[in-house]
């Protein structure tokens, strides 16, 4: 069965670091990309950064370039959000996914960094930054 399992939350004062981490498990296509989303208390979810499994090709938030960094462990199957200059407004359930690339169409790997097509979802990871 296909999993996805975050981990790596908690509670962090502003300015500070943490790095999650999305342990994937049981899915048979191997061009796909996975993303980070996250939910805050009363808002929408979102996305925050995605990363392609076929070349390592990497997209992010406008919220968050310059602070987080989205890679990849092969050995692990597992994928990494480091979150660095935390605010508070980063506070939210941070969540794994993964949308499937192939057959690869032009704009497979567009669609994807538009936060659309994520059909596969973690249990999410609490993130709290306080002052």
């Known amino acids: 069965e296909a999993q996805l399992v975050e981990s790596g939350g908690g509670l962090v004062q502003a300015g500070g670091s943490l790095r999650l981490s999305c342990a994937a498990s049981?899915?048979?296509?191997?061009?796909?990309?996975i993303g980070w989303f996250r939910q805050a208390p009363g808002k929408e979810r979102e996305g925050v950064s995605c990363i392609s499994s076929s070349d390592g090709t990497t997209h992010y938030a406008d919220s968050v370039k310059g602070r987080f960094t989205i890679s990849s462990d092969n050995a692990k199957n597992t994928v990494y959000l480091q979150m660095n200059s935390l605010k508070l407004e980063d506070t939210a359930v941070y969540y794994c996914?993964?949308?499937?690339?192939?057959?690869?169409?032009?704009?497979?790997?567009?669609?994807?960094?538009?936060?659309?097509?994520?059909?596969?979802w973690g249990q999410g990871t609490q993130v709290t930054v306080s002052s």
């Open positions: 049981g899915f048979s296509f191997d061009d796909y990309a």
């Open positions: 996914a993964v949308v499937n690339l192939g057959p690869r169409g032009p704009d497979k790997w567009t669609i994807a960094t538009m936060w659309m097509g994520y059909d596969y």
